[in-house]
T-cell receptor
Framework: AQKITQTQPGMFVQEKEAVTLDCTYDTSDPSYGLFWYKQPSSGEMIFLIYQGSYDQQNATEGRYSLNFQKARKSANLVISASQLGDSAMYFCAMSSKAAGNKLTFGGGTRVLVKP | EAQVTQNPRYLITVTGKKLTVTCSQNMNHEYMSWYRQDPGLGLRQIYYSMNVEVTDKGDVPEGYKVSRKEKRNFPLILESPSPNQTSLYFC?????????????FGPGTRLTVL
């Protein structure tokens, strides 16, 4: 079975500063993918970034980067230069072939950006 | 524009009255799934479908049915809704590949069962 853990229920960050959201995972499948999604107050799920288990480099997408530490089974999301519009709920998720490519989500971290 | 659509977006109904939430995607994806989101529990998969006529249970399938008669459509059926099915529902679709593993989510359906 695969499992995702997000230990930070909520956090504040000052505008223009960077913030790191923690995510640890557990799976016995050597082939898996890690995702981060943003859910603003409007409710939609917005895909941010993806990291494959065999990818050699950490994924980056604009102001988002994924700090992938395979040995520690962690996939932390780093948001650089926070903006007010980054205030939202953030979910870490994973999928694996062994789990039928099902996405398993963590409990989420609520981020509030202060002006 | 690549998208997943769900209807209705909001629904208030009463216990026992059958309802269907539709989901449609225009990306020719094989894999589609339904999730429910509840406070403190995150998103949990209800059912998924690997392709036409191939469906399987997710983590919380009780009280739900699905069908996949066409590749683009994956409706969620509540035969006899109960108040514990009050939730925010998401449909998602994806195609699995080396680089392109994004799951596209629909806008969500907020269901209240009285």
């Amino acid at each position: 079975a695969q499992k995702i853990t997000q230990t930070q229920p909520g956090m504040f960050v000052q505008e223009k500063e960077a913030v790191t959201l923690d995510c640890t995972y557990d799976t016995s499948d050597p082939s898996y993918g890690l995702f981060w999604y943003k859910q603003p107050s409007s409710g939609e799920m917005i895909f941010l970034i993806y990291q494959g288990s065999y990818d050699q480099q950490n994924a980056t997408e604009g102001r988002y980067s994924l700090n992938f530490q395979k040995a520690r089974k962690s996939a932390n999301l780093v948001i650089s230069a926070s903006q007010l519009g980054d205030s939202a709920m953030y979910f870490c998720a994973m999928s694996s072939k062994a789990a039928g490519n099902k996405l398993t989500f963590g409990g989420g971290t609520r981020v509030l950006v202060k002006p | 524009e690549a998208q997943v659509t769900q209807n209705p977006r909001y629904l208030i109904t009463v216990t026992g009255k059958k309802l269907t939430v539709t989901c449609s995607q225009n990306m020719n994806h094989e894999y589609m799934s339904w999730y429910r989101q509840d406070p403190g529990l995150g998103l949990r998969q209800i059912y998924y479908s690997m392709n036409v006529e191939v469906t399987d249970k997710g983590d919380v399938p009780e009280g739900y049915k699905v069908s996949r008669k066409e590749k683009r459509n994956f409706p969620l059926i509540l035969e006899s809704p109960s108040p514990n099915q009050t939730s925010l529902y998401f449909c998602a679709s994806t195609t699995w590949g080396r680089k392109n593993n994004e799951q596209f989510f629909g806008p969500g359906t907020r269901l209240t069962v009285l």
